[in-house]
């Protein structure tokens, strides 16, 4: 592993632990050059996935840039971070497992969007206006109306008075 310090090649794993449930290892490193200490992650990663955008366009699928777009939507929510990685391991093992090299940003999307339900539904809602490109108001209640039918909640506004 290269140090992000000093690109020196040889660096030495000063502790390793399990981590995700161990689907993940975490490495803290040292440089012996210049004693830079960083952290790295191992995963198991099955297949190299590649994303189809809407456009066409094929790019390498990237684990972290699903996290940070998920954290983009849980910003100032009350979830854990493990909370949060362990949704993006879920996802990223169901297109791992779905035994395509090809998957099309519209499923990511899908599957974000169900985890992202079932963690937190503010953070749904902040994801779905971007991800099908709400245009005004009424595409937010839309979905608003959806999470309380699905969730079995009574709008008292539009129910009758007996």
Do not use: W
């Amino acid at each position: 592993m290269r140090c992000p310090y000093c690109s020196c090649e040889e660096t030495q794993v000063k502790d390793s632990r399990p981590t995700e449930e161990n689907a993940a290892i975490r490495r803290r490193r040292v440089c012996p050059d210049c004693g830079g200490r960083f952290t790295t992650f191992e995963r198991v990663q099955l297949r190299e996935l590649v994303v189809v955008k809407r456009s066409g366009r094929k790019v390498p699928f990237d684990r972290d840039k699903l996290l940070k777009s998920v954290e983009v939507a849980l910003r100032k929510r009350p979830i854990e971070a493990e909370r949060v990685d362990r949704m993006v391991s879920g996802i990223v093992r169901q297109l791992e497992s779905a035994g395509e090299t090809e998957v099309a940003s519209s499923t990511i999307g899908t599957y974000v969007m169900e985890g992202l339900r079932a963690l937190d539904p503010v953070a749904y809602v902040r994801f779905a206006s971007v991800y099908r490109d709400f245009r005004e108001a009424a595409d937010f209640q839309e979905v608003l109306g959806e999470i309380a039918r699905d969730d079995g909640v009574v709008d008292l506004r539009s129910a009758k008075k007996h």
